[in-house]
Nanobody, 116 residues
Framework: QVQLVESGGGLAQAGGSLRLSCVVSGAIFSSMGWYRQPPGKQRELVADITSSGKVNYVDSVKDRFTISRDNAKNTVNLQMNSLKPEDTAVYYC????????????WGQGTQVTVSS
């Protein structure tokens, strides 16, 4: 059974930092990453990383956020620096299996609130 357990998040001031972590169990995934859903908006990709270490970031977080992955521990982390109020959202851990078809698995979500 696949499980994604998130930790981290919370409240930060603009310019501050937070770190999100996600422990994934049940399978070895092609890619792992973080999505976010701001209030009243659609969920969007923040960053993802493949099992070989290739990373991808949405433009708005480049040079501020860093995604990392520990394949031995099956964890994915998101270090968020220089936070802005527009980073406020519910952040979701994602794990993706790519085979004959694509399967996405999600964490329960963790709130990140950045005050100005």
């Amino acid at each position: 059974q696949v499980q994604l357990v998130e930790s981290g998040g919370g409240l930060a001031q603009a310019g501050g930092s937070l770190r999100l972590s996600c422990v994934v169990s049940g399978a070895i995934f092609s890619s792992m990453g973080w999505y976010r859903q701001p209030p009243g908006k659609q969920r969007e990709l923040v960053a993802d990383i493949t099992s070989s270490g290739k990373v991808n970031y949405v433009d708005s977080v480049k040079d501020r956020f860093t995604i990392s992955r520990d394949n031995a521990k099956n964890t994915v982390n998101l270090q968020m620096n220089s936070l802005k109020p527009e980073d406020t959202a519910v952040y979701y851990c994602n794990a993706r299996l790519v085979g004959a078809y694509v399967s996405d698995y999600w964490g329960q979500g963790t709130q990140v609130t950045v005050s100005s």
